[in-house]
């Protein structure tokens, strides 16, 4: 009992001190947005307007409910709502031994934290799911119908959460029935999972009517195989020591001038790594491994096909489910013993070392930065209130909730013209506000062109260029 308030005491203050007040960036104030609605009415109305937050279900309600109830108004207090979510991943899996230092100290898990999205409650998810079916791998013969109920409940919460967490979900059930293939000839087991099959059903109607309305992740050409390589080094905790997202969008050679750190960085953790895997398979019976081996690779095998199919671009926040799998080695390879003790422990202290300086690169460098809405929003509410014409090439949901706080109703009101009005083209413009011109002006000499059309580039800051007209 110690142990565990102890480790909640430290997971509280640990998420207190990852979350930032930080501008909210584009799918943060998307989700504000929502969450702004007064009733259900309205907070379901929106969530058909475009993009894919409607195939998050849990999390808007939840994201709403947490505004609404709670008056978290702030980008801390509405950041804070992913807390609980990470207190849950540590406890969850507190039995192994060092899984809260080893989570507490993964920069994917804290990047997430500070994240108004639904991401944390995935990770939890994700963590809950193997929690469950290490709970079906102890089972014994005496105890057949051991871990059922979390399984399921594991396989629901996942569901959920999000459309592609349900790709988990599925890998998650799989996993257990090949623990436990027995299973599917009980009868015992199939009156305890018909509740929870029910709404997992359910759910799955519901995203296929949110996919008859045409409704889905935004469509990026060039998706696939690369992008789950960019969420692998980004759960794995190198991404605070490399290249910022930003540069790494406009090109992958971005990793070269950090390839000194990153090279021995990922040889250490993916060490570590495999000491704490090698030493657990080696103890546990061939068919968890498979099953293990099943959960962790189908899903992946499925987005990467889906986002080469459909141009979904996989980033690491899609494959957040899966970061137990990452981490739980990483942990075991402290306990290691034999041959490997020392080296496995050195590995894994190593690899703890350079997580947290991972993190600090996150925290502390511009280059890590998030897309600054907030004074972007401010700058261009400047320029309108000097009678300048502005285009505004970003999104409208992070403006709207910055010019709410600014002025309320009638600022909101007033910056409308922003998405209503644009000036038709460069030459009836004053400034230009550009929000990643790397991903709004793909293979465009965009910069060659303003300057052609007497543009100056006047800033540039996390997120943004803005020019003015000379």
């Known amino acids: 009992m110690f142990r565990i308030l102890s480790i909640s005491i430290i997971t509280i203050a640990v998420g207190l001190a990852a979350i930032s007040r930080q501008s909210f960036w584009i799918d943060e104030g ?3 947005i929502r969450s702004m609605m007064p009733t259900l009415g309205q907070w379901w109305h929106t969530l058909h307007i475009k993009g894919s937050d409607i195939q998050t279900p849990l999390y808007m309600l939840y994201a709403w409910f947490w505004h609404q109830h709670l008056g978290a108004v702030s980008e801390y207090a509405l950041r804070l709502s992913n807390l609980p979510w990470l207190i ?7 039995r192994v031994r060092y ?3 080893v989570c507490l100290l993964s920069p994917f898990v804290l990047y997430f934290v500070n994240d108004f999205r639904p991401y944390s409650m995935q990770i939890a998810a994700g963590a809950c799911a193997a929690a469950a079916l290490a709970r079906v791998m102890a089972a014994t013969p005496e105890k057949r119908h051991q871990g059922i109920h979390a399984v399921c409940a594991a396989c629901v919460f996942l569901i959920l959460c999000s459309l592609t967490s349900a790709v988990w979900a599925a890998a998650v059930a799989l996993g257990a029935l090949i623990v436990k293939p027995e299973w599917l000839r009980d009868r015992g087991f199939w ?6 099959l029910a709404v997992a059903l359910a759910a799955g109607a519901f995203y296929g009517y949110t996919l008859m309305l045409g409704l889905r992740a935004t469509e990026i050409p060039d998706a696939g195989i690369l992008n789950v390589l960019f969420g692998v080094y980004e759960m794995m905790g190198l991404l605070g020591l490399g290249p910022g997202k930003d540069e790494l969008r406009r090109s992958v050679a971005a990793v070269i001038p950090h390839l000194w750190l990153l090279f021995p960085a990922a040889l250490c953790i993916a060490g570590a790594w495999w000491c704490g895997f090698y030493d657990w398979a080696r103890r546990t019976e061939r068919r968890f491994v498979v099953a293990a081996a099943c959960t962790v690779l189908l899903p992946l095998l499925t987005l ?10 996989v980033l690491g926040r899609h494959l957040s489910p899966v970061l137990p799998a990452v981490l739980l080695p990483i942990a075991h390879a402290f306990q290691v013993t034999g041959r490997m003790r020392k080296v496995s422990f050195t590995l894994a202290g190593a690899s703890c070392i350079l997580m947290l300086a991972s993190n600090l690169g996150i925290r502390l460098l511009e280059r890590h930065a998030k897309d600054d809405f907030r004074r972007a929003t401010r700058l261009a509410i400047k320029a309108l209130n000097e009678d300048k014409r502005v285009w505004w090439q970003a999104d409208m949901g992070a403006a709207c909730y910055y010019a709410y706080r600014q002025g309320g109703i009638p600022m909101l009101n007033s910056i409308q013209v922003l998405a209503s009005d644009p000036p038709s083209g460069w030459m009836f413009a004053d400034v230009v506000f550009i929000n990643r011109p790397d991903l709004r002006y793909r293979n465009t000499d965009y910069q060659a062109e303003l300057k052609r059309n007497f543009f100056r580039m006047d800033q540039k800051f996390p997120g943004f260029e803005v020019w003015v007209a000379e």
């Open 99 to 101: 899984w809260p230092l």
């Open 88 to 94: 849950l991943t540590v406890l969850v899996l507190a």
């Open 191 to 196: 009156l305890r999972a018909a509740p929870w």
């Open 30 to 32: 998307g989700t504000m």
């Open 304 to 313: 990467a096909v889906v986002g080469m199919v459909m141009d979904f671009r």
